[in-house]
């Protein structure tokens, strides 16, 4: 059983910039497909970018361009660095397998606002 931990979230203004960590235990790193996932309010849970275990990366149409992600299978981490951020990337971020393949941790909630 994988246990996911998310950190590094926090009330940024727009324009700003954070980078998230997730990381795994209970288990080797080596899931084929790695995302992050986010949920604003009274939205549903979506997939903003997954990275494969060669490092192919893919990334939703909002956030492409302004956002990171990478792996570090060694360390049994994943992280996202999320640039030029917008109120609308408001929503708790969490990691997990592509497809969810694990118990969702806590995640960590990111507010963009002025």
């Known amino acids: 059983q994988v246990h996911l931990v998310e950190s590094g979230g926090g009330l940024v203004q727009p324009g700003g910039s954070l980078r998230l960590s997730c990381a795994a235990s209970g288990s080797r790193f080596s899931f084929p497909i790695m995302g992050w996932y986010r949920q604003a309010p009274g939205k549903q849970r979506e997939l903003v970018a997954s990275v494969s275990i060669d490092g192919t990366k893919n990334y939703a149409d909002v956030v492409r361009g302004r956002f990171t992600i990478s792996r570090d299978n060694a360390k049994n981490t994943m992280y996202l660095q999320m640039n030029s951020l917008k109120p609308e990337d408001t929503a708790v971020y969490y990691c997990?397998?592509?497809?969810?393949?694990?118990?969702w941790g806590q995640g960590t909630q990111i507010t963009v606002s002025s």
């Open positions: 997990n397998g592509v497809p969810v393949t694990w118990p």
